[in-house]
């Protein structure tokens, strides 16, 4: 498997094979945060084909209560294996080594990434990497369907973080 920030070229593959439910455009708005400077879109590869991705935030979480407790803290972001069948191989946890070897790169020396209270199995991966608990919050996020219809979220989170 190889882990490599995305490219324009990429977008139109991944739209293919890890569409989002949302139309609009969730690699793409991912892939414009990159262009400016705002984050890493990492995707992994297997056998010429995307098996997920982690966008490594580096202005951090947007929850307030995350930025009050964490100031400056990057974040691992929309952390995704895809397909379901590929969990559990080692894939995430690549993810996430990788995201951190680019923070350590950069000087950075502290790493955070949410986990959904509905999400134990990702809960217990972060947790067997060394992130530890630090603020609960709730993750506010919108999406377009398919006929244009804008859906509010909002998901009971822990922000959990990694000294480097």
Not at 108 to 137: C, F, H, I, K, S
Request: proline share 6%.
């Amino acid at each position: 498997m190889d882990i490599a920030a995305c490219r324009a070229e990429d977008i139109e593959v991944l739209d293919r094979f890890m569409p989002s439910r949302s139309a609009d455009g969730h690699h793409v708005a991912r892939f414009q945060r990159q262009e400016a400077g705002e984050s890493t879109y990492l995707i992994p590869w297997l056998d010429g084909r995307p098996v997920g991705h982690a966008e490594v935030r580096w202005t951090g979480c947007a929850a307030p209560e995350v930025r009050a407790a964490q100031p400056g803290c990057p974040e691992i972001n929309g952390l995704t294996v895809w397909p379901a069948s590929l969990r559990s191989q080692g894939v995430g946890t690549a993810l996430v080594n990788h995201a951190e070897r680019l923070a350590r790169e950069r000087g950075v020396v502290v790493m955070g990434l949410g986990v959904g209270d509905d999400n134990p199995r990702a809960a217990a991966l972060y947790e067997r990497l060394g992130y530890l608990p630090t603020v609960a919050y709730v993750d506010r996020w919108a999406y377009l369907d398919a006929d244009g219809v804008r859906h509010e979220q909002a998901d009971p989170c822990v922000f959990l973080v990694k000294a480097l």
